[in-house]
């Protein structure tokens, strides 16, 4: 066969999508693309479409596919081979969303498939596993199956005139909602890379290069069986890529603590090594919600030390997903060895003394490695001099940067063509993303001064200012600026008074204080030093402890 066929467009209801995945017949390609969207991308997709608002076309290629095991979204299915299966080339995040959200459940752990419609501000949002569900937050995964809709009102006998037709309106559009899908047929590239080029697209676009992935690229198995397929699994987490220490070691954990053998001859067969690289696969995909969604580490550049991984994934390889004061006490070892040091004697001799701590009952081997630890971390101070992510205090101070969810101060357009406005969070991916795969994130602000007052966690953009003989920090924090884009990152109105000014010392005396007082809130916030560690005091007599939204003590 050669060319492409004419598109075919169909007009095709949520229902049937969510159908057509069950069914195997939508596959996402084997290439490094992976879901990169945020839960506040997926709020507003759904309130797109309960508004009636366009989304945009998914672009599929027709081809055959063979059995395999498939996850899409927080569904994970072994599907059949089949001859007419839809290959998606534009539509990756809105399709993964949707259907992610659709066929979530309670016990999803993926926050950016738990939606929910809350009646009482008729708005979207979006929970982590962790948090307490309202009453009256509808799950949008009830909300498109009757069945579940009319069970759960029936639970909530207070709901009102008003509530029951919130509700039918959620149900109705996401029972009639249709999306324009475009299925091409044929094997050139030129032609399909056109199509694509002339399609009106929702959302963050495709790379040319990503593009010919799509089409090109064979499918593998349902599971990696060597460390490059392990990297590549892990890069598609859209966490950063693991280093082949990081990678090996946590293979090694999860079979056996001791983690310093010779990593030669360590598998009895093939199957015995296909059978570790999917177990850690699993494992590392635990390891990186835990320490997104729980720890608060956004990307594997700011994860202060390496040996958190390879624990984690022996943790998450025995226990399963860290939950409840298990998770407590694994944040407070991570941010407590981040401060005062986690491998005093070395990463390889660090890694094996924790590992082997991993073991029996998640509780208690959370209990012991917190008793690992050197002690005297509660002395601990930030570091305002640290400035480069070789450093693991340079590490905490971005974290803590982020903690403020600082904003652009200035329109940015990246290396992808994609633009985001001033005002856009920083600290949500893909933008973090970008921004650390480029360098260093700090930008200076003074040309002539050090130290992390005089750095913003930016991108470089816009022109210089005239008073500044170099870097285009300086010209950020002097254009018209709302208060709370400069308050995100730690400038109030006096201290930018005092840099226009040119009162440049005062200036970073006064953002320093402010910087300090910041990080030390957040790494408190997470490290919970001064509160009693141990199992949880209510699990001791078999009762369910209450737990708020905010962290257990």
């Known amino acids: 066969m050669s060319g492409v066929t004419k598109p075919t467009v169909n007009r095709v209801d949520l229902p049937r999508l969510v159908e057509m995945a069950r069914e195997g017949r939508i596959r996402i390609p084997e290439f490094q693309r992976s879901y990169r969207w945020e839960y506040s991308d997926a709020v507003r997709l759904f309130d797109s479409i309960l508004r009636g608002f366009p989304i945009g076309n998914l672009l599929m290629w ?41 066929t979530a459940t309670e016990e999803t752990g993926d926050r950016r498939f738990r939606i929910y419609f809350d009646l009482k501000d008729a708005a979207f949002v979006s929970a982590t596993p962790a948090r307490r569900i309202p009453d009256n937050w509808l799950p949008v995964w009830v909300a498109g199956d009757n069945r579940k809709l009319l069970a759960w009102q029936r639970e909530r006998l207070w709901l009102t005139e008003s509530d029951f037709d919130l509700c039918d309106a959620l149900a109705t559009a996401l029972r009639t909602y249709e999306i324009p899908v475009y299925e091409i047929e044929g094997d050139d590239e030129h032609v399909l890379t056109e199509i694509f080029d002339r399609m009106n697209t929702f959302g963050r676009s495709l790379k040319r290069s990503e593009i010919f992935r799509a089409l090109h690229s064979a499918p593998t198995g349902p599971d990696p069986s060597d460390p490059d397929a392990l990297r590549a699994r892990v890069v598609g987490l859209g966490f950063g890529e693991f280093s082949d220490q990081m990678l090996m070691q946590s293979v090694l954990a999860i079979r056996d603590g001791k983690v310093d053998r010779d990593f030669r001859g360590e598998f009895k067969s093939d199957e015995d090594r296909h059978q570790a690289f999917a177990r850690a696969e699993q494992a590392l995909r635990l390891v990186v919600e835990f320490l997104r969604e729980q720890a608060g580490i956004p990307h594997v550049r700011l994860l202060p030390y390496a040996l958190f991984v390879p624990v984690l994934a022996r943790f998450c390889a025995l226990f399963g997903r860290p939950e409840g004061r298990s998770a407590e006490l694994l944040r407070r070892w991570i941010w407590r060895g981040s401060l005062g040091g986690a491998a005093p004697q070395g990463n390889t001799v660090a890694v094996r003394r924790n590992a082997g701590a991993v073991e029996l009952e998640p509780v208690a081997s959370a209990g012991r490695l917190l008793a690992l630890l050197p002690p005297g971390g509660e002395m601990w101070e930030p570091d305002l001099t640290q400035t480069g992510l070789n450093r693991a205090q340079a590490k905490v101070n971005v974290l803590g940067l982020l903690s403020a969810k600082p904003r652009l101060l200035a329109d940015l357009e990246d290396s992808d063509g994609n633009g985001y406005g001033r005002g856009t969070r920083i600290d949500q991916t893909p933008l973090l993303t970008s921004l650390l795969d480029v360098g260093s994130p700090l930008l200076p602000v003074l040309p002539e001064a050090t130290g992390l007052a005089n750095r913003l966690l930016h991108p470089e953009a816009g022109p210089p200012h005239p008073k500044s003989s170099e870097g285009t920090g300086y010209a950020l924090l002097l254009g ?29 005396l006064r953002r320093s204080s402010a910087l ?35 962290h257990a003590a």
């Open 62 to 102: 027709r081809k055959a596919a063979p059995a395999a095991e498939i996850g899409l979204g927080a569904l994970q299915l072994t599907v059949p081979q089949r001859a007419d299966a839809l290959w998606v080339v534009d539509g990756q995040q809105r399709l993964t969303t949707l259907i992610g959200a659709l």
């Open 480 to 508: 018209p600026q709302d208060v709370g884009n400069l308050e995100s990152h730690a400038v109030d109105m006096e201290a930018l008074k005092l840099l226009h000014d040119g009162e440049y010392a005062a200036f970073l």
């Open 516 to 550: 300090q007082a910041m990080i030390k809130n957040h790494a408190q916030s997470m490290a919970l030093w001064g509160f009693a560690d141990g199992p949880d005091l209510g699990d001791l007599f078999d009762e369910p402890a209450f737990r708020g939204d905010d």
